[in-house]
Nanobody
């Protein structure tokens, strides 16, 4: 089993930045595809960013491309999401996900493991 714990969320003004972290435990995720998703109130959970097992390949939702960067440190069993130029519409609970496949993967139902989420609130 893989346990994922997100951190780094909070309240930030529009235009600001945050870095989310997702620490994995239980087993190494160095061979896992990792992804970030988000869910705003009243909306479905949506894809944000994904990274393959080695970090050499990434994929982003159009809404965050150029503003968000996903990365990973396999030595620390951790994946990150750097978020710049934040907008009020980025407000959501952000979830980390992992799957024992090379990746990157966009589809939510392809991921086997999920964290509990961290709240990001962007004020205007």
């Amino acid at each position: 089993q893989v346990q994922l714990v997100e951190s780094g969320g909070g309240l930030v003004q529009a235009g600001g930045s945050l870095r989310l972290s997702c620490a994995a435990s239980g087993r190494t995720v160095r061979n896992y595809a990792m992804g970030w998703f988000r869910q705003a109130p009243g909306k479905e959970r949506e894809f944000v960013a994904a990274i393959n097992w080695s970090g050499s390949d990434t994929y982003y939702a159009d809404s965050v491309k150029g503003r968000f960067t996903i990365s990973r440190d396999n030595a620390k069993n951790t994946v990150y999401l750097r978020m710049n130029s934040l907008k009020p519409e980025d407000t959501a609970v952000y979830y980390c996900a992992a799957d024992p496949s090379p990746g990157p993967m966009v589809a939510r139902n392809r991921y086997d493991y999920w964290g509990q989420g961290t709240q990001v609130t962007v004020s205007s």
